[in-house]
């Protein structure tokens, strides 16, 4: 196949989606497939469709000292805003359950050494995360009193303190006797507070914002995930789950991350008392711009600082084909680098590309659902269906909530039918017995390619929360290792598998009946959830 064969579909479906409507430029979309497809598979080498992707190209006069040199102009514009680190993709792995999930941390913490970095939205209480606790006391007794092995958690105040027996009296015990090697620190939202704080109750105060940061780290190898330490993600709650071993300087910077959360937090005493470090803001009854740009500032220093490295050592080494991308997203403290990076991916997505995007709560806000809908590449979006919600069967008004991801999924759904993107927009909604459903993120397939070249993996939703009230992490991994293409390919396809197509029918159904109220306080309550 020649350059120019190549480049004929391309060059036809970006004029028409410049031109024509949404609607119209999907039905070109379409038509120019049904053209070219079939003759760009038949004679198209997958090396030369990767090419594009990662091959070596020349540095631009603008570009930044650290740019990575193989990194395709598609994705090389991420080191504008956060620094790459390059891996061997043999040393990332995909985890597909949350057995293995819950597994791998335990053998993780018994062999670590030097440091152990726990950052979660909470910590539960049953038997398993007893388990997971004992763990952590194992490792700590094993080595020596002088020994290099530290712990740190990192959780989120309000949820961490809910009930009598909560995450902070599971990690009581261990805080009394190994105070001088171990932290416990709560993040505490700055937008909690005055009448705000003292009024609302348990549960809807974590409506407001939460430390909702997933990142497990053991030593110089860590586990990027939407799950938390809870019994449920271990056992019947499908999330994602990456691992990635011996990546030293990204390990380093995730735990400089939690630290520097961990440092505009409250740190939890050995008797249960809460206090912030010497001469930090308080969080709820210092000055709320005071607290916002004292926090901001100290975790963009751990941005900068690994950019600052990066620029002083540069692997060259040729086996080193994958680029990890930490994206970080903490809008209360003026950070919104992962909306900022995710937008322009979606915006960019390629009309001969695909992205299977999914979230365990559909609730995309609307510049993303502008991009999604505005854009020409394909896209498969997989939600849960309401028996798998996470809230389904919740007593009180949290029992509402998967009415209203109906609610939302069925406008959004009715959005597509009527700029006539059926096509090129698919919605999907997981189903499983007994199992609930918290996976989040996308992969993105290059046109004609069945595997893909991009994942974003982490704990963002893609929803409002997400983008304005949380403090979220997630890591974009670029890869042109077969090995790990493979891999994430396997895990979009085991998650979509078990989905089935959304269509008018769909919300037909006597299940699917949404009430009134629920539909009338949706467009109030749905940038809370």
Same mark, same amino acid.
């Given at each position: 196949?020649? *350059?120019?064969?190549?480049?004929?579909?391309?060059?036809?479906?970006?004029?028409?989606h410049?031109?024509?409507?949404?609607?119209?430029?999907?039905?070109?979309?379409?038509?120019?497939?049904?053209?070219?497809r079939?003759?760009?598979?038949?004679?198209?080498?997958?090396?030369?469709?990767?090419?594009?992707? $990662?091959?070596?190209?020349?540095?631009?006069?603008?570009?930044?000292?650290?740019?990575?040199?193989? /990194?395709?102009?598609?994705?090389?514009?991420?080191?504008?805003?956060?620094?790459?680190?390059?891996?061997?993709?043999?040393?990332?792995?995909?985890?597909?359950?949350?057995?293995?999930?819950?597994q791998?941390?335990?053998?993780?913490?018994r062999?670590?050494?030097?440091?152990?970095?726990?950052?979660? /939205?909470?910590?539960?209480?049953?038997?398993?995360?007893?388990?997971?606790v004992?763990? /952590?006391?194992?490792?700590?007794?094993?080595?020596?009193?002088?020994?290099?092995?530290?712990?740190?958690? $990192?959780?989120?105040? +309000?949820?961490?303190?809910?009930?009598?027996?909560?995450?902070?009296?599971?990690l009581?015990?261990? $805080?009394?006797?190994?105070?001088?090697?171990?932290?416990?620190?709560?993040?505490?939202?700055?937008?909690?507070?005055?009448?705000?704080?003292l009024?609302?109750?348990?549960?809807?105060?974590? +409506?407001?914002?939460?430390?909702?940061?997933?990142?497990? *780290?053991?030593?110089?190898?860590?586990?990027?995930?939407?799950?938390?330490?809870?019994?449920?993600?271990?056992?019947?709650?499908?999330?994602?789950?990456?691992?990635?071993?011996?990546?030293?300087?990204?390990?380093?910077?995730?735990?400089?991350?939690?630290?520097?959360?961990?440092?505009v937090?409250?740190?939890?005493?050995?008797?249960?008392?809460?206090?912030?470090?010497?001469?930090m803001?308080?969080?709820?009854?210092?000055?709320?711009?005071?607290?916002?740009?004292?926090?901001?500032?100290?975790?963009?220093a751990?941005?900068?600082?690994?950019?600052?490295?990066?620029?002083?050592s540069?692997?060259?080494?040729?086996?080193?084909?994958?680029?990890?991308?930490?994206?970080?997203?903490?809008?209360?403290?003026?950070?919104?680098?992962?909306?900022?990076?995710?937008?322009?991916?979606?915006?960019?997505?390629?009309?001969?590309?695909?992205?299977?995007?999914?979230?365990?709560?559909?609730?995309l806000?609307?510049?993303?659902?502008?991009?999604?809908?505005g854009?020409?590449?394909?896209?498969?979006? $997989? +939600?849960?269906?309401?028996?798998?919600?996470?809230?389904?069967?919740?007593?009180?008004?949290?029992?509402?909530?998967?009415?209203?991801?109906?609610?939302?999924?069925?406008?959004?759904?009715?959005?597509?039918?009527?700029?006539g993107?059926q096509?090129?927009?698919?919605?999907?909604?997981?189903?499983?017995?007994?199992?609930?459903?918290?996976?989040?993120?996308?992969?993105?397939?290059?046109?004609?390619?069945?595997?893909?070249c991009?994942?974003?993996?982490?704990?963002?939703?893609?929803g409002?929360?997400?983008?304005?009230?949380?403090?979220?992490?997630?890591?974009?991994?670029?890869?042109?290792?077969?090995?790990?293409?493979?891999?994430?390919?396997?895990?979009?396809?085991?998650?979509?598998?078990?989905?089935?197509?959304?269509?008018?029918?769909?919300?037909?159904?006597?299940?699917?009946?949404?009430?009134?109220?629920?539909? *009338?306080?949706?467009?109030?309550?749905?940038?809370?959830?």
């Amino acid at each position: 196949m020649t *350059l120019a064969a190549m480049a004929a579909p391309i060059s036809w479906r970006r004029l028409l989606h410049s031109v024509y409507s949404p609607a119209l430029a999907g039905v070109f979309t379409r038509i120019s497939d049904r053209l070219f497809r079939a003759r760009d598979r038949r004679g198209g080498s997958s090396v030369l469709l990767l090419a594009p992707l $990662l091959a070596k190209a020349e540095t631009a006069p603008d570009c930044a000292p650290d740019t990575p040199r193989n /990194l395709h102009a598609n994705f090389r514009w991420m080191t504008e805003h956060v620094p790459a680190f390059r891996v061997n993709g043999e040393q990332i792995h995909v985890i597909s359950s949350p057995d293995q999930f819950y597994q791998t941390l335990k053998a993780r913490i018994r062999t670590a050494k030097r440091r152990v970095v726990l950052a979660s /939205l909470y910590l539960g209480t049953g038997p398993l995360e007893q388990d997971l606790v004992d763990c /952590l006391e194992e490792a700590l007794e094993s080595s020596p009193a002088a020994s290099d092995l530290r712990v740190s958690v $990192l959780l989120d105040y +309000t949820r961490g303190s809910r009930g009598r027996i909560n995450s902070r009296t599971m990690l009581l015990p261990l $805080l009394r006797r190994f105070d001088s090697r171990m932290r416990v620190s709560l993040y505490h939202s700055p937008d909690l507070r005055g009448l705000l704080r003292l009024l609302a109750p348990p549960r809807f105060n974590e +409506t407001v914002g939460v430390q909702h940061i997933k990142v497990y *780290l053991f030593d110089d190898s860590l586990v990027i995930s939407g799950a938390n330490l809870s019994e449920s993600y271990f056992s019947n709650r499908q999330d994602r789950y990456v691992l990635l071993e011996d990546c030293g300087q990204l390990a380093d910077f995730f735990s400089e991350l939690v630290e520097a959360v961990g440092d505009v937090s409250l740190q939890l005493g050995s008797d249960d008392s809460v206090a912030m470090g010497d001469g930090m803001v308080h969080p709820y009854r210092g000055d709320r711009r005071d607290f916002s740009t004292a926090a901001s500032k100290r975790i963009m220093a751990v941005m900068d600082a690994a950019r600052v490295r990066q620029r002083l050592s540069q692997p060259s080494h040729q086996e080193l084909d994958t680029w990890v991308f930490p994206l970080v997203q903490m809008k209360p403290l003026g950070i919104q680098v992962d909306q900022q990076v995710t937008q322009r991916l979606l915006r960019d997505a390629d009309p001969d590309s695909t992205v299977y995007l999914t979230s365990g709560y559909f609730n995309l806000t609307r510049a993303y659902m502008r991009l999604v809908l505005g854009t020409g590449a394909d896209y498969h979006i $997989l +939600t849960a269906s309401p028996q798998v919600n996470g809230f389904f069967g919740a007593k009180g008004l949290a029992g509402a909530i998967p009415d209203a991801y109906t609610h939302i999924a069925r406008q959004f759904y009715q959005r597509v039918r009527q700029l006539g993107q059926q096509g090129r927009i698919r919605l999907r909604e997981y189903h499983r017995p007994q199992w609930t459903f918290h996976a989040k993120g996308l992969w993105y397939y290059l046109y004609g390619q069945d595997r893909p070249c991009l994942t974003l993996i982490g704990s963002p939703n893609f929803g409002y929360r997400s983008v304005h009230r949380d403090l979220e992490a997630q890591i974009a991994i670029v890869t042109e290792n077969e090995r790990l293409q493979e891999q994430l390919r396997e895990e979009q396809e085991m998650l979509y598998r078990r989905s089935s197509e959304v269509s008018q029918s769909t919300f037909e159904q006597p299940d699917r009946y949404v009430k009134l109220w629920v539909k *009338l306080v949706t467009p109030f309550i749905k940038n809370f959830f």
